[in-house]
Antibody, heavy 122, light 108 residues
Framework: EVPLVESGGVVVQPGGSLRLSCAAS????????MHWVRQAPGKGLEWVSL????????FYADSVKGRFTISRDNSKNSLYLQLNSLRTEDTALYYC???????????????WGQGTLVTVSS | EIVMTQSPATLSVSPGERATLSCRASQSVSSNLAWYQQTPGQAPRLLIY???TRATGIPARFSGSGSGTEFTLTISSLQAEDFAVYYC??????????FGQGTKVEVK
């Protein structure tokens, strides 16, 4: 089993900010690219961002580019997502997910957390 | 951005019957196609990657096929726990790794 536990989801006003965290265990965290994937209520899945195993490369969906920042602390086996300038359309369950490949990025997600809910509302 | 289209949106199947789900890409994704299962209130679970390789622990009743732009997920004999939403995802051209809109498999 590969527990991934997200936290940090709250209700926030449009324009606000928050930081999500994901605590990982059960695997060698610093060997794997990690991702954030979100799911709006009743909707499908949308990939948000990735960070390579060493933190050297990051990518973002166009919908969040310039507003969200992904980071990781390999000494703490933790993944983060800083969300700024939030919009109502950012309301979603945010999952952290592990990439299937070691020291590579496949963009295939073999383990997922249970998600943390971000609600953007006035 | 590659657009993934799944059909049908809802599939009504009786337990024990076969289910066939389709996924089409707007351009070729080679065999870089994954399938995920999501049951209500749960996180998605990886079923298939490389279009046809079952992920660890996935039962043999799940099989994937196809390449290029046309893909199929087949569940040979539906069990109670298989009624769920299924998503395909291409990872040939990323970012982003785009998902289809999902197919809901429901009890007939």
């Amino acid at each position: 089993e590969v527990p991934l536990v997200e936290s940090g989801g709250v209700v926030v006003q449009p324009g606000g900010s928050l930081r999500l965290s994901c605590a990982a265990s059960g695997f060698t965290f610093d060997d794997y690219t990690m991702h954030w994937v979100r799911q709006a209520p009743g909707k499908g899945l949308e990939w948000v961002s990735l960070i390579s195993w060493d933190g050297g490369n990051t990518f973002y969906a166009d919908s969040v580019k310039g507003r969200f920042t992904i980071s990781r602390d390999n000494s703490k086996n933790s993944l983060y997502l800083q969300l700024n300038s939030l919009r109502t359309e950012d309301t979603a369950l945010y999952y952290c997910a592990k990439d299937v490949n070691r020291e590579d990025t496949a963009m295939v997600f073999d383990y997922w957390g249970q998600g943390t809910l971000v609600t953007v509302s006035s | 951005e590659i657009v993934m289209t799944q059909s049908p949106a809802t599939l009504s199947v009786s337990p024990g019957e076969r289910a066939t789900l389709s996924c089409r890409a707007s351009q070729s994704v080679s065999s870089n196609l994954a399938w995920y299962q999501q049951t209500p209130g749960q996180a998605p679970r990886l079923l298939i990657y490389g279009a046809s390789t079952r992920a660890t622990g996935i039962p043999a009743r799940f099989s994937g096929s196809g390449s290029g732009t046309e893909f199929t997920l087949t569940i040979s004999s539906l069990q109670a726990e298989d009624f769920a939403v299924y998503y395909c995802q291409q990872y040939n051209n990323w970012p982003p790794g785009t998902f289809g809109q999902g197919t809901k498999v429901e009890v007939k």
